[in-house]
């Protein structure tokens, strides 16, 4: 079993940033694939940014730019640097890892609320 646990959100200005972590209580490999999803009220959730089991990094196309992912293997870390943020950015946001295995765990949770 896995346990993802978030830190990092809050109230940020439009304009500000925020970093979002999330960490493993089991060693992320890089043949996992991790990614940040966000879910606003009413909405589903959606894939915000992934770097995939071969490396590669894929972002929506809402943050492009904006937003970067990156893994820290050594400290069993994700994180989502978030720049320019936008009122439209205000979201719960959730870590997603998925093991080589195929077995599927998400972080509890952290939301962003982004004052125009």
Partial sequence: Q????QSGGGLVQAGGSLTLACVSSRSISSIDSVAWYRQAPGSQRDLVARISDSGRTDYA???KGRFTITRHEAKNTVYLQMNSLKPEDTA???????RWSGAIYWGQGTQVTVSS
């Fill in 2 to 5: 896995v346990q993802l646990v």
């Fill in 92 to 98: 719960a946001y959730y870590c997603n890892l998925k």
């Fill in 61 to 63: 196309d809402a943050v």
